[in-house]
């Protein structure tokens, strides 16, 4: 099995800056790929960011493009979510999600998941 613990979050005003760390323990897998996903009431799981730990590939929804950076620290198997320039339309629950046969967009095809960081930005 699989953990994974979030941290960080919050609330900020528009245009600030925050970010999120899923640490994952447990199983190993020789390739894998770690995501970043929100979901907003009323609203269906939207796909954030993705990096593939085995060469480092990054992948963003449009909408963050320019403002998230998803990046990993490979001694401490932790994936991060720089969010800069935040909007209100950013405003969601976050969670990180792993999976060992895909990338990258799809949440049906990650298998583990964290248990989910409220972001709140005011306008």
């Known amino acids: 099995q699989v953990q994974l613990v979030q941290s960080g979050g919050g609330l900020v005003q528009a245009g600030g800056s925050l970010r999120l760390s899923c640490a994952a323990s447990g199983r190993t897998f020789s390739t894998y790929t770690m995501g970043w996903f929100r979901q907003a009431p009323g609203k269906e799981r939207e796909f954030v960011a993705a990096i593939k730990w085995s060469g480092g590939s990054t992948y963003a929804v449009d909408s963050v493009k320019g403002r998230f950076t998803i990046s990993r620290d490979n001694a401490k198997n932790t994936v991060y979510l720089q969010m800069n320039s935040l909007k209100p339309e950013d405003t969601a629950v976050y969670y990180c999600?792993?999976?060992?046969?895909?990338?990258?967009?799809?949440?049906?095809?990650?298998?583990?998941w964290g248990q989910g960081t409220q972001i709140t930005v005011s306008s």
């Open positions: 999600a792993l999976t060992p046969d895909y990338c990258c967009s799809d949440y049906r095809y990650y298998n583990y």
